[in-house]
């Protein structure tokens, strides 16, 4: 059994947010601030809503679950950073 912390919040029967946000916040908040964008805590939220809604890919993704949720967040760092269309 994986010892990511991430990897026992999606393996869960339901998701336990009180334990994903823990898990996942400070490889989000990193990736935040890596990545330098505005709003990190509405970053967060959005790849943690996202984890939660699409969970089910996650297991049919056979990824580990940090890297599924890198990939998530990654998607939602490129919205995050793409300029305001005119």
Request: glycine fraction near 2%.
């Amino acid at each position: 059994m994986s010892r990511c912390p991430l990897d026992a919040c999606l393996r869960l029967s339901t998701i336990e947010v009180p334990l994903l946000v823990p898990a996942a916040a400070p490889l989000l908040f990193a990736l935040a601030r890596r990545h330098a964008l505005p709003d990190p805590e509405e970053f967060t939220y959005q790849v943690l809503n996202r984890v939660v809604q699409e969970r089910d890919c996650w297991f049919r993704s056979d990824l580990p679950a940090r890297a599924w949720v890198c990939g998530l967040a990654m998607q939602v760092a490129q919205v995050h950073t793409r300029p305001a269309s005119a």
